[in-house]
């Protein structure tokens, strides 16, 4: 059973920062791209970040390039995303995912729990 196991959502006032972590098991991503995922109350999903586990190259939308980096750590099995400099409107749940297809937004196979990042200002 493919699990993703996120952790590092929370509360924080507009400026600060999170990290967020997602724990892959049962699950290699040899060959294949994860991501974040945000969605907000109201609205509809929306890719955040990308990378290819190969250390191919990653993408970010462009609300959170220069302010969010994911990257990877592959002996833990586990995809970050640091996020700095937190702005209200990054308000959402955030979701790891993996398999993206094509390594694009478009569709993954395997989603996580959701985290909640809260941002006031």
């Known amino acids: 059973q493919v699990q993703l196991v996120e952790s590092g959502g929370g509360s924080v006032q507009a400026g600060g920062s999170l990290r967020l972590s997602c724990a892959a098991s049962g699950y290699s991503y040899s060959d294949k791209c994860m991501g974040w995922f945000r969605q907000a109350p109201g609205k509809e999903r929306e890719g955040v970040a990308l990378?290819?586990?190969?250390?191919?190259?990653?993408y970010y939308a462009d609300s959170v390039k220069g302010r969010f980096t994911i990257s990877q750590d592959n002996a833990k099995n586990t995809v970050y995303l640091q996020m700095n400099n937190l702005k209200p409107e990054d308000t959402a749940m955030y979701y790891c995912a993996a398999n993206l297809r094509w390594c694009r937004f478009d569709a993954a196979d395997y989603w996580g729990q959701g985290t909640q990042v809260t941002v006031s200002s």
């Open positions: 990378i290819s586990t190969h250390g191919d190259g990653t």
